[in-house]
């Protein structure tokens, strides 16, 4: 392990715009909070090895060969990384290690459930580039570090390769971001009478007893001229948030502006941070100030986002030392461009008997965006929504070859392949939703992303 300071005048955008056209390159892009949530920033490129699995397919990329088997994706992660575990000390949380997508539709490795929905997409379940070394931004001391592991060369060697890219980027001037071609239409898989149905359906499951809630969502589809790179720079300009992504996996890119943690493991210790209950931001500071008020006292949101905590507590409670499950906010009002949202965090410690797979595989996917219970929730998900969630609501992020780990929930996400864009939102639905206002919380959490792809101020 080897890890240098270095000074620049770029910043992180710049520094990822020097590696973006190498293969396989992301940029985990903390866009604010940089006191709490969004402190550091990650870039990296040219991996060592790709994993990629379809359904029970498995694929793996190294060395110029694929090798291709089938089984389940997270016992091959598992075999993975305990292959090239490592233990080292670093005050940074992130030197090398897998980084990419675990998609939602995971879930049916992990529990019984029905697969109905139509995959028009037909992008991996999961992606993750190994990575021997990384650029770590910090944007709270305004430091930047390049850290190598020394697995695929030299430590030196690729510190230097580095290094020598970021002298020449700062030589020459770096070309911006194009503006965004806008899209002519945006067309959902639902009509709004049929979202509001669905809401009523759900409703209906609620009064017979079956659940106390469901995530019910819609995907927006447009055909795009513009580069994914300058889709991502518009979204992060409009609508920055600490677990924002873009990652370059070839069959096609995302763009994700999420605010929303799935987890975080640091050394034996896990935390998640899920959001429930979401209102428009108000057009004057006093209209805004009434709104994130209202938010607050909201009977409907604070149950919410109550269920999800209870839901999040046993979950973390399977991979937990008993008594450490802790809830440590409750009720916290986080603002972003559109919107504001109430959020909850949960810690524990976790039981030596597991570790990062382990943790994932008992929380996947997140309460957050599936219902409680979890499982009767996802099965009416699939009942309802017609197409499969791939990347949404999935978990993007790194898991580190010393077993630390940092993933988002993906959510204000934008993905893109063979020039379309897609792009979903949704809400919790519980006993007093009603359904037209659940339907103008989607376009709410849509507001940014649309503008993004249409390029022109949007009216939700």
């Known amino acids: 392990m080897q890890i240098k300071g270095i000074n620049t005048s770029l910043n992180s955008f710049e520094l990822y715009t020097l590696f973006k056209d190498h293969s396989y390159s992301f940029f985990l892009d903390s866009g604010m909070d940089q006191e709490k949530l969004g402190r550091y920033s990650f870039i990296g490129f040219d991996p060592f090895m790709n994993f990629k699995s379809q359904g029970e397919k498995i694929t793996i990329y190294k060395n110029g060969r694929a090798e291709e088997s089938c089984g389940n994706p997270f016992a091959r992660l598992q075999e993975i990384l305990s292959l090239y575990k490592m233990d080292y000390e670093t005050e940074l949380p ?46 709270l001391l305004h ?5 190598a ?21 700062e030589a020459k001037v770096i070309k911006a971001a194009l503006p965004v071609k806008p899209a002519s239409y945006i067309q959902s898989n639902l009509t709004k009478a049929e979202y509001m149905q669905a809401v009523k359906r759900i409703k ?19 055909e795009v001229k513009a580069r994914p790179y300058d889709i991502y720079a518009k979204l992060r300009d409009i609508n920055p948030a600490p677990f924002s992504a873009f990652i370059d996996f070839q069959e096609g890119h995302i763009a994700c502006s999420s605010p929303e943690r799935f987890l975080k493991i640091k050394g034996r210790y896990i935390e998640t941070r899920p959001i429930k ?42 991979i937990a030392k008993t008594g450490t499950v802790k809830v440590t906010e409750l009720f916290h009002l986080e603002s972003y461009p ?123």
């Open 94 to 139: 992130f030197i090398g290690g897998a980084v990419g997508y675990l998609g939602y539709d995971l879930c049916r490795h992990l529990e019984d459930l029905p697969n109905s929905a139509l995959d028009d997409i037909q992008l991996p379940d999961c992606y993750f580039g190994f990575y021997d070394g990384v650029i770590v931004i910090d944007h």
């Open 277 to 318: 209950g979401t209102c428009p931001r108000g057009k004057t500071p006093e209209q805004d100030n009434l709104l994130a008020q209202d938010l607050l006292a909201s009977e409907k949101n604070r149950s919410e986002l109550l269920m999800i905590v209870d839901l999040e507590r046993n979950d973390l409670g399977k």
């Open 338 to 460: 559109t919107v504001h949202h109430l959020v909850a965090t949960i810690i524990a410690e976790i039981d030596q008997r597991f570790d990062v797979i382990d943790c994932l595989k008992a929380m996947f996917p997140g309460g957050s965006i599936t219902g409680a219970p979890k499982i009767r929730a996802m099965e009416i998900i699939d009942e309802l929504e017609p197409t499969a969630r791939n990347i949404y609501t999935g978990s993007i992020g790194f898991i580190g070859f010393n077993g630390d780990a940092d993933l988002n929930i993906a959510i204000r996400t934008i993905v893109c392949k063979d020039q379309k864009a897609y792009l979903q939102v949704g809400g919790g639905i519980v006993w007093d939703s009603v359904a037209d206002q659940e339907y103008q919380e989607t376009l709410d959490k849509a507001k940014a992303m649309m503008e993004v792809l249409l390029n022109t101020p949007i009216n939700a």
């Open 204 to 222: 209906k499951y609620i009064r017979a007893g079956d659940i106390y809630q469901a995530n019910m969502t819609q995907r927006f589809c447009c």
């Open 143 to 147: 430091e930047v570090f390049l850290a």
């Open 149 to 169: 592991l020394g697995i695929k060369q030299r430590e030196e060697d690729n510190i230097a390769y580095m290094e020598e890219i970021i002298r020449q980027g």
